[in-house]
Structure formats: C-alpha cells, structure tokens
T-cell receptor, first 110, second 116 residues
Framework: ELKVEQNPLFLSMQEGKNYTIYCNYSTTSDRLYWYRQDPGKSLESLFV?????AVKQEGRLMASLDTKARLSTLHITAAVHDLSATYFCAVDGTGYALNFGKGTSLLVTP | AAGVIQSPRHLIKEKRETATLKCYPIPRHDTVYWYQQGPGQDPQFLIS???????DKGSIPDRFSAQQFSDYHSELNMSSLELGDSALYFC???????????????FGPGTRLTVL
C-alpha cells in the first residue's frame, strides 16, 4: 500500500522564522508534487519535482526531492502571514491518480 | 489562462436523493480526475478518465458513477446520498501526453456537497 507521510501535521511559527516540512513516501516514484490549499478553497500547484536532487524555489518556499531516501522537503524562509495555509505533498499512484499526504496546516503569527 | 470549471459550486441535498456534479477540464487536457475531500482530510481519489475512457478507480462507492463526454467534460453522478457524502468534490485535469511528461494536475474550485 502506497503511503505518504507528512510531518509536522500542524505548525505554528512566527513571522520571519524558517522551518521545514517533511514528506516521506513509500513508492519508488521519482515524481513528487506540492500543493497549497487555503480553507475551503481549491488546491494550487506549487512545485513539480521530477527527478532525484531536484530543487525548485518560488519566493519564500523551496522544495527538494531525494528519491533514494524517498523524502521531499518544503522549506519556508522568513515566513509571512500570507503563507498560512495547508500544504500537501503528493505522489503518483496507480493510473496516475495522486496520493496525498495528510497535509501540514501552517499558521504564521506576528 | 483557462482553468478547470466545476458546477455547481454548492449543493444541498437530502438523504437518499441524487446529485450530479459537472466538470469542464482545461482545454486540450486529456485526463480528468475526481477527488473527494472530507473536512480536515486530504483529497481521496475517486475515479479518472483518459481520453474519455475510464482509466482507474479509487475509493468510489458503488452508488457513484462517472463518465466523460465527447466534449471532454465529465459528470459525477451520486445516488442514494448519505450524510457521510458531505464533502468537497474536486475535479482535476492534466495533459499526460505532454512530452517529458509528468502528471501535474490542475484542480477546479470544487463543489461543496451538503447532505441533510
């Protein structure tokens, strides 16, 4: 059974601080996706990581993929309130359906 | 840029009623997926279509069915609704035949179904 595990599941951090969200998965997939979801809203694609060692950055977010360790990280630099949301990692399952982690609910406080 | 369109955005039904959710994928996308997201949960895959043919099934109840039409729009039909069917239902689309392909899925705004 394919498993995707994120930690932490809840994260409260102060503005200006740095933190990392971890995503471990059990498949041998070399593709991993990060999505952002605001409460009651759609899922917004943040990053698509396609190979071992892939690193992508957008603003204060940076994602990386280590396929040998089956680990992806989402690093937050100098957090701001606008980053408060739930972040999901996902990997391809059977038939290319996405298998999501439980999500990390991030709250950035002043 | 065009996005995935879903309708209706909100739907309230009584137990044992039926519901139909519609999805219009991004133009030229060849694959459509349906997901169900309960409160505080991650999205769960229901069913997918590739070039109008069902390609995979996930945890879709037998009471639910779906199809994709010649214009590529898809419909999720839900019968004998139960309280536990209350959730956000997302449609997503992707272009699997993209060269060097990956499966980045673009999600619609969702339909919030409430079963009373």
């Amino acid at each position: 059974e394919l498993k995707v595990e994120q930690n932490p599941l809840f994260l409260s951090m102060q503005e200006g601080k740095n933190y990392t969200i971890y995503c471990n998965y059990s498949t041998t997939s070399d593709r991993l996706y990060w999505y952002r979801q605001d409460p009651g809203k759609s899922l917004e694609s943040l990053f698509v990581l396609l190979s071992n060692g892939a690193v992508k950055q957008e603003g204060r977010l940076m994602a990386s993929l280590d396929t040998k360790a089956r680990l992806s990280t989402l690093h937050i630099t100098a957090a701001v309130h606008d980053l408060s949301a739930t972040y999901f990692c996902a990997v391809d399952g059977t038939g290319y359906a996405l298998n999501f982690g439980k999500g990390t609910s991030l709250l950035v406080t002043p | 840029a065009a996005g995935v369109i879903q309708s209706p955005r909100h739907l309230i039904k009584e137990k044992r009623e039926t519901a139909t959710l519609k999805c219009y994928p991004i133009p030229r996308h060849d694959t459509v997926y349906w997901y169900q997201q309960g409160p505080g949960q991650d999205p769960q895959f229901l069913i997918s279509f590739y070039e109008k043919m069902q390609s995979d099934k996930g945890s879709i109840p037998d009471r639910f069915s779906a199809q994709q039409f010649s214009d590529y729009h898809s419909e999720l039909n839900m019968s004998s609704l139960e309280l536990g069917d209350s959730a956000l239902y997302f449609c997503a689309s992707s272009y699997l035949r993209l060269a060097g392909g990956h499966n980045e899925q673009f999600f619609g705004p969702g339909t919030r179904l409430t079963v009373l």
